[in-house]
């Protein structure tokens, strides 16, 4: 959500391992494919990162969506 709202960015690659647990805060890297959001086509990689992280964490128990998250990180 930071990076979408403050640094005006889509990671367009996230995944499981682009994400490391430092002391129990998320650190994202690997921003080789990163767009800004007024990208035309920030919206469809926002959705496929989107779906990459929920797949991952549904499958370790929790219960999230793909248009909850995605509603969240836009700040809908």
């Given at each position: 959500?930071?990076?979408?709202?403050?640094?005006?960015?889509?990671?367009?690659?996230?995944?499981?391992?682009?994400?490391?647990?430092?002391?129990?805060?998320?650190?994202?890297?690997?921003f080789s494919h990163s767009i800004p959001t007024?990208?035309?086509?920030?919206?469809?990689?926002?959705?496929?990162?989107?779906?990459?992280?929920?797949?991952?964490?549904?499958?370790?128990?929790?219960?999230?969506?793909?248009?909850?998250?995605?509603?969240?990180i836009k700040g809908k």
């Amino acid at each position: 959500r930071k990076m979408y709202q403050k640094a005006g960015l889509v990671h367009g690659d996230l995944s499981e391992f682009n994400i490391i647990d430092k002391n129990g805060e998320p650190i994202i890297i690997d921003f080789s494919h990163s767009i800004p959001t007024n990208n035309p086509s920030a919206d469809e990689l926002l959705l496929r990162d989107v779906e990459k992280i929920v797949k991952f964490f549904n499958r370790k128990g929790l219960k999230i969506n793909v248009i909850d998250v995605t509603k969240h990180i836009k700040g809908k």
